[in-house]
């Protein structure tokens, strides 16, 4: 440790390159010859708190924006637990030092292309879709126009900033669900824009799904054939979940906790029956819930069918319509277990690879690529070719990793 934090204080230290961090991740890529087809990631991350003074100036009420700028951000951030849990005590090198990673040229593109696309290179992943990290914590805040000012602001940032000027980058938007009218306009206003793909609620919320003033939202993502995804979150000042005394009782439960809760009232309360077009996604749960939640509301079901009257299916032949991420796949345990999973959800269609960089428990493209029981055609299905047809995307798998090739041909920085 006292290594890393005299790396940190020389900033010219390669140790926190990216390219030099994800190093076996790029000779995974290369041994499994990911060059042949299309990875698109559906769940990655940035760190949106070191954009803030660019994102601040995006807000468009003058008392919030004069506010976030006094404060850095902090006034805006929602809060879901102890601050840095997630970061392992800076264990993991690429958090604490991410600020002092040297970019190649003297004018590159803003910062967060350049280093997004150095993980997604190392990789082998073609397509990432974005999300920002600590406001997956800003539906929790107190104030709902501070959810409603810094995510207007935030979606504008990120559609001028970063999806406009880099193809490879794309992103289901944040929506500021505690103001269902706010949340409407964002998806008239920049539903349209270059690299939108869909819109995102975070899951760490006490307003249900079925409540009568989202219909116009639904109704509008229907319309423009725009998936809406759930991620999840935790929060550890959760009634039940307070009582969890270590971080690794709130991941293992808050993440799946929340986008149960929400899943069970889109089914039961006859959301897919009544917006048959509208694709759902659930975002960083993992799977290991799905086969426990359909049989239990099948077996529900069954017994008070009366109370579910908009239902004309099983609630696990609507679920295995929905869209799931694979991460963070269980994978220790009974392969059996994880076998079964995937075919009660119809991963062959359904499953979106994800691979939540940079966060701790990240999966490589391998966590999928090398399961004994899926065909080669499943497996590339799974990693990018559900996503292409989900979101509609274009291939240019060939003239992108081409293009790649020859890059590192002339780049000094290579891979050892």
Same mark, same amino acid.
């Given at each position: #440790?006292?290594?890393?934090?005299?790396?940190?204080?020389?900033?010219?230290?390669?140790?926190?390159?990216?390219?030099?961090?994800?190093?076996?991740a790029?000779?995974?890529?290369?041994?499994?010859?990911?060059?042949?087809? #299309?990875?698109?990631?559906?769940d990655?991350?940035?760190y949106?708190?070191?954009?803030?003074e660019?994102i601040?100036?995006?807000?468009e009420?003058?008392?919030?924006?004069?506010?976030?700028?006094?404060?850095?951000?902090r006034s805006?951030?929602?809060?879901?637990?102890p601050?840095g #849990?997630?970061?392992?005590?800076?264990?993991? /090198?690429?958090y604490?030092?991410? @600020?002092?990673?040297?970019?190649?040229?003297?004018?590159p593109?803003?910062?967060?292309?350049?280093l997004?696309?150095r993980?997604m290179d190392?990789?082998?992943v073609?397509?990432a879709?974005?999300?920002p990290?600590?406001?997956?914590g800003l539906?929790?805040?107190?104030?709902v126009?501070a959810?409603?000012? %810094?995510?207007?602001?935030?979606?504008?940032w990120?559609?001028? /900033?970063i999806? @406009?000027?880099e193809?490879?980058?794309?992103?289901?938007?944040?929506?500021?669900?505690?103001d269902?009218a706010?949340?409407?306009?964002?998806?008239e206003?920049?539903?349209?824009?270059?690299?939108?793909?869909?819109f995102?609620?975070?899951?760490?919320?006490?307003?249900?799904v079925?409540d009568n003033?989202?219909m116009?939202?639904y109704?509008?993502?229907e319309?423009?054939?725009l998936?809406?995804a759930?991620?999840?979150?935790?929060?550890?000042?959760?009634?039940m979940?307070?009582q969890?005394n270590?971080?690794?009782?709130?991941?293992?439960?808050g993440?799946t906790f929340f986008?149960?809760?929400?899943?069970?009232?889109w089914?039961?309360?006859?959301?897919p029956?009544r917006?048959?077009?509208?694709k759902?996604?659930?975002?960083?749960?993992? %799977?290991?819930?799905l086969?426990f939640v359909m049989?239990?509301?099948?077996?529900?079901y069954? #017994?008070?069918?009366?109370?579910?009257?908009?239902?004309?299916?099983?609630?696990?032949?609507?679920?295995?319509d929905?869209?799931?991420?694979?991460?963070?796949?269980?994978?220790?345990g009974?392969?059996?277990?994880?076998?079964?999973?995937?075919?009660?959800?119809?991963?062959? @269609?359904?499953?979106?690879?994800?691979?939540d960089?940079?966060h701790?428990?990240?999966?490589?493209?391998?966590?999928?690529?090398?399961?004994p029981?899926?065909?080669?055609d499943?497996k590339?299905?799974?990693?990018g070719?559900n996503?292409?047809?989900l979101?509609?995307?274009?291939n240019?798998?060939a003239?992108?990793?081409?293009a790649?090739?020859?890059?590192?041909?002339?780049?000094?920085?290579?891979?050892?």
């Amino acid at each position: #440790m006292d290594d890393m934090h005299a790396a940190i204080r020389d900033p010219s230290n390669e140790a926190f390159d990216t390219r030099t961090l994800l190093t076996n991740a790029a000779r995974q890529a290369e041994r499994r010859r990911y060059h042949e087809f #299309m990875i698109v990631d559906v769940d990655a991350h940035h760190y949106e708190t070191d954009s803030y003074e660019g994102i601040i100036e995006f807000i468009e009420d003058p008392v919030l924006r004069q506010l976030a700028r006094y404060t850095k951000g902090r006034s805006l951030e929602g809060q879901i637990g102890p601050p840095g #849990m997630q970061e392992m005590a800076g264990c993991i /090198t690429r958090y604490p030092g991410r @600020t002092h990673e040297k970019l190649d040229i003297a004018v590159p593109p803003h910062r967060d292309i350049t280093l997004t696309k150095r993980w997604m290179d190392a990789l082998g992943v073609d397509i990432a879709c974005m999300f920002p990290t600590p406001m997956l914590g800003l539906a929790m805040h107190p104030q709902v126009e501070a959810e409603v000012g %810094l995510a207007r602001a935030y979606n504008r940032w990120l559609c001028d /900033t970063i999806l @406009t000027e880099e193809p490879r980058i794309k992103s289901m938007l944040y929506l500021p669900m505690n103001d269902p009218a706010a949340a409407l306009r964002v998806v008239e206003e920049f539903g349209d824009c270059k690299g939108v793909i869909g819109f995102m609620i975070t899951s760490t919320r006490y307003k249900p799904v079925y409540d009568n003033a989202y219909m116009k939202i639904y109704a509008a993502l229907e319309e423009r054939g725009l998936p809406l995804a759930f991620h999840a979150a935790y929060n550890w000042n959760d009634q039940m979940l307070s009582q969890a005394n270590r971080f690794i009782k709130v991941h293992a439960l808050g993440f799946t906790f929340f986008n149960i809760i929400h899943l069970t009232n889109w089914i039961v309360n006859g959301l897919p029956e009544r917006f048959p077009k509208l694709k759902t996604i659930w975002v960083e749960s993992g %799977l290991a819930w799905l086969p426990f939640v359909m049989q239990r509301l099948d077996n529900e079901y069954m #017994m008070r069918s009366s109370e579910a009257p908009s239902l004309k299916r099983l609630p696990s032949e609507y679920m295995r319509d929905m869209f799931f991420t694979s991460q963070p796949m269980e994978m220790v345990g009974n392969r059996e277990a994880l076998e079964l999973t995937f075919k009660m959800i119809k991963a062959e @269609t359904q499953l979106l690879y994800s691979s939540d960089y940079p966060h701790w428990d990240m999966d490589l493209p391998s966590t999928i690529y090398d399961l004994p029981f899926l065909s080669l055609d499943v497996k590339q299905a799974i990693l990018g070719g559900n996503a292409r047809r989900l979101f509609g995307l274009p291939n240019f798998l060939a003239e992108h990793k081409l293009a790649r090739g020859a890059l590192e041909e002339r780049t000094e920085h290579k891979y050892p």
